[in-house]
């Protein structure tokens, strides 16, 4: 079946360091694939996503790029703030379908 | 204000009352999903509509019942609550069959 692993938390970084969240995936066909972002006591938000293979999705520095040679979809940005300190969660869903799989969540967590 | 709204954000109930929860969404979005949020387990979704009247079960519909007669309502309701019910329910909307677009959330407390 369809599914997502995605490294566990927390992580904790200071200010201005580099951030890496992996994210792997297992899939029938071509899925799309997300990145959510969850703040303290809200729902998910959309950071970024991509729906074909080499696809890089960005967005407020976050980038991540569609990899099916490895079925990843690393979520990477050069330099975190303070105010990045959130719940990241890695998605996919197939084409044409309703059922959108949820990885487990990462803490992140950016020291000043 | 437009935008996908829930209610209640908080409930405590106890073992084997019924409860409901409400999803209201202003943007005419087919599709409507129920999601629970457990510690370890991301989100998993329990139930979707792709129209009004349409509905479908997802991962972990048990012990689940949801309606649709509007398009803009998708009421999700626990028949006997139990405590493995215990969670953060979410409720989200698309367009169509690919970005969702999340609510606040419940947090549910089953005694």
């Known amino acids: 079946g369809n599914s997502v692993t995605q490294m566990e938390g927390p992580v904790t970084l200071s200010e201005e360091a580099f951030l890496t969240i992996n994210c792997t995936y297992t899939a029938t066909g071509y899925p799309s694939l997300f990145w959510y972002v969850q703040y303290p006591g809200e729902g998910l938000q959309l950071l970024l996503k991509?729906?074909?293979?080499?696809d890089k999705g960005s967005n407020k520095g976050f980038e991540a790029t569609y990899r099916k040679e490895t079925t990843s979809f690393h979520l990477e940005k050069g330099s975190v703030q303070v105010s990045d300190s959130a719940v990241y969660f890695c998605?996919?869903?197939?084409?044409?379908?309703?059922?959108?799989?949820f990885g487990a969540g990462t803490r992140l967590t950016v020291k000043p | 204000d437009a935008g996908i709204t829930q209610s209640p954000r908080y409930k405590i109930t106890e073992t084997g009352r019924q409860v409901t929860l409400m999803c209201h969404q202003t943007w005419s979005h087919s599709y409507m999903f129920w999601y629970r949020q457990d510690l370890g387990h991301g989100l998993r979704l329990i139930y979707y509509?792709?129209?009004?009247?349409?509905?479908d079960k997802g991962e972990v519909p048990d012990g689940y019942v949801v309606s649709r007669s509007k398009t803009e309502n998708f009421p999700l309701t626990l028949e006997s609550a139990t405590r493995s019910q215990t969670s953060v329910y979410f409720c989200?909307?698309?367009?169509?069959?690919?970005?969702?677009?999340f609510g606040p959330g419940t947090r549910l407390l089953v005694l």
């Open positions: 509509s792709a129209a009004a009247d349409i509905t």
């Open positions: 998605a996919l869903i197939r084409y044409n379908n309703n059922d959108m799989r």
């Open positions: 989200a909307s698309s367009a169509r069959a690919e970005t969702q677009y």
């Open positions: 991509a729906t074909k293979a080499d």
